[in-house]
């Protein structure tokens, strides 16, 4: 049942970003699942890049791997389904808040706060 409760503290559409970002970040609370944020938000602009140059089954693989990382991240913290929705109810924000959590846990591991 700890899982349901999880689900139902979800931002609702109302909220500020700053409100949003600060529920994004207790869902990543882990350093295995920030770090998969890391290196699965990383690979996005790779994906990209690599598919605009005509390499298009790399692109999409590159975009899969990256996919496939945060989901990692988010199944071993138990929240995906909580990560999921609040992805599709906030799209922008919630890759926006991803990067955020990505920097950050690149700054701290760089001393950098």
Excluded at 30 to 59: E, Q, Y
Excluded at 63 to 75: K, Q
Excluded at 101 to 109: D, E, F, G, L, P
Aim: glycine share 8%.
């Amino acid at each position: 049942m700890a899982s349901a409760s999880r689900l139902c503290d979800a931002p609702a559409m109302g909220v500020t970003y700053e409100e949003f970002a600060a529920q994004h970040r207790t869902q990543h609370v882990t350093p295995f699942n920030r770090w998969c944020a890391v290196v699965g938000n990383s690979l996005v602009p790779v994906a990209a890049v690599t598919a605009l140059t005509g390499r298009l089954k790399a692109g999409a693989a590159l975009f899969a791997l990256a996919n496939a990382t945060v989901v990692a991240g988010h199944i071993a913290e138990g929240n995906l389904a909580r990560a999921t929705r609040d992805l599709r109810q906030h799209p922008i924000w919630g890759v926006r808040a991803d990067v955020a959590v990505a920097a950050a846990t690149v700054r701290s591991a760089l001393g950098q706060h």
